[in-house]
């Protein structure tokens, strides 16, 4: 398994600030994946992030808005930019395992808030 | 869209088994099984998965029927902790790495 750390664990923003979510993985890792979980709703990739290349976005999200960093092999971060209520949720970040069972390993998820 | 099918809620007495159903008609051939939880406020935990034989770790056990169009997740002695949303997901290896997350079952263990 690995260990995984997010930062901030929660926030409240006000609208049309930007927030970025930082990521740290306690081993490296090939593939990093961001998800948003609304509220009472289910998880939503948002993208996969690889090192070294462009992260790859899911339909309906965009760079622009979900602009992602992946500068080395154990570290993303996911900036939300200019932000409005219907944003707040929890953003996790997640990475495959090391075995060859390609189970994901979750972090704890940042709690986002805006008013 | 979720290639799954969960009950939306289960009770299970603590102490008791816990059987987690979940139906997935149209899976392929080269799709694993994967169970995940996600306990209030934290994030998914990988559970097990499997392929088409029953599968058995230090959590749970995984049976999969053998046209393996569903599958049951048991927890063999469910205790208070094991409250959560249950996800039950299908996926291929060495394809997308996407997890497609469905609705879950809500599972409530009982004092």
């Known amino acids: 398994s690995a260990v995984i750390s997010q930062k901030p664990s929660r926030d409240i923003c006000q609208r049309g600030t930007s927030l970025t979510i930082q990521c740290q993985v306690d081993?490296?890792?090939?593939?990093m994946f961001w998800y948003r979980q609304q509220p009472g709703q289910s998880l939503t990739l948002i993208a996969t992030a690889n090192q070294g290349s462009e992260a790859t976005y899911e339909s309906g999200f965009v760079i622009d808005k979900f602009p992602i960093s992946r500068p080395n092999l154990t570290f993303s971060t996911l900036t939300v930019s200019n932000m409005s209520p219907e944003d707040s949720s929890i953003y996790l970040c997640s990475v495959r395992g090391r075995g060859h069972s390609y189970e994901q390993y979750f972090g704890p998820g940042t709690r986002l808030t805006v008013t | 869209d979720a290639k799954t099918t969960q009950p939306p809620s289960m009770d299970c007495a603590e102490g008791r088994a816990a059987n987690l159903p979940c139906n997935h008609s149209t899976i392929s051939g080269n799709e694993y099984v994967y169970w995940y939880r996600q306990i209030h406020s934290q994030g998914p935990q990988y559970i097990i998965h499997?392929?088409?034989n029953n599968e058995t770790n230090e959590m749970a056990s995984l049976i999969i029927t053998e046209d393996r169009k569903s599958s049951t997740l048991i927890l063999p002695h469910a205790t208070l902790r094991d409250t959560a949303v249950y996800y039950c997901i299908v996926r291929s290896q060495g394809g997308s790495e996407k997890l497609v997350f469905g609705k879950g079952t809500k599972l409530t263990v009982n004092p």
């Open positions: 081993s490296q890792v090939t593939m």
């Open positions: 499997g392929l088409k």
